[in-house]
């Protein structure tokens, strides 16, 4: 596979030496220097000339070159475009399975939360919290109390911040 080269100026200097009717001609030397050329294509001629049979040679060369390199370049693109189709179409099935699932999530949620709603508060009896109460209030203190000697704390340091929390704590929960 040969690679032509042919610019602008070449062409149009090779059609313009065709296309006149005379040559130049040094040998024997005699005036005049030119001679009559036939010329090529003749004004009658359908087919192309040779210049013209031997541009559309070379086009076909290169466009046949390109075609080959085109060609293993395509094969790669497409299998790189099926398997990204593929690669889109399991995503997109995955997508449309989780959107699914979230959506069944988030109305189990608010379902979940609507009956958490409806339940009764529960009601302790005051015979029932009072010693409750009691029980944890002391243990508030017994316990901050211990973890504040442990932290070497003064005395009064200690039962101060054992009773806030002993009062906090219960209070608050």
């Given at each position: 596979?040969s690679?032509?080269?042919?610019?602008?100026r070449?062409?149009?200097?090779?059609?313009?030496?065709?296309?006149?009717?005379?040559?130049?001609?040094?040998?024997?030397?005699?005036?005049?220097?030119?001679?009559?050329?036939?010329?090529?294509?003749?004004?009658?001629?359908?087919?192309?000339?040779?210049?013209?049979?031997?541009?559309?040679?070379?086009?076909?060369?290169?466009?046949?070159?390109?075609?080959?390199?085109?060609?293993?370049?395509?094969?790669?693109?497409?299998?790189?475009?099926?398997?990204a189709?593929?690669?889109?179409?399991?995503?997109?099935?995955?997508?449309?399975?989780?959107?699914?699932e979230?959506?069944?999530?988030?109305?189990?949620?608010?379902?979940?939360?609507?009956?958490?709603?409806?339940?009764?508060?529960?009601?302790?009896?005051?015979?029932?919290?009072?010693?409750?109460?009691?029980?944890?209030?002391?243990?508030?203190?017994?316990?901050?109390?211990?973890?504040?000697?442990?932290?070497?704390?003064?005395?009064?340091h200690?039962?101060?911040?054992?009773?806030?929390?002993?009062?906090?704590?219960?209070?608050?929960?």
């Amino acid at each position: 596979m040969s690679k032509y080269l042919y610019s602008i100026r070449k062409v149009k200097r090779k059609g313009e030496k065709d296309g006149r009717g005379w040559r130049w001609k040094f040998f024997p030397p005699k005036w005049p220097f030119r001679e009559s050329n036939d010329l090529d294509p003749p004004m009658e001629q359908d087919e192309p000339s040779e210049f013209e049979r031997v541009l559309l040679r070379a086009a076909e060369e290169n466009f046949n070159r390109i075609v080959q390199r085109w060609t293993k370049i395509d094969r790669r693109l497409q299998n790189n475009c099926i398997n990204a189709e593929d690669r889109f179409k399991t995503a997109k099935s995955v997508i449309e399975k989780e959107t699914d699932e979230h959506k069944e999530a988030i109305e189990d949620f608010k379902t979940a939360k609507e009956n958490f709603h409806k339940l009764p508060t529960p009601i302790l009896s005051i015979k029932g919290y009072l010693p409750l109460f009691i029980i944890i209030t002391l243990s508030e203190l017994i316990f901050n109390a211990l973890v504040f000697t442990i932290f070497g704390q003064s005395k009064i340091h200690t039962y101060i911040m054992a009773g806030g929390v002993m009062v906090a704590i219960p209070w608050l929960s």
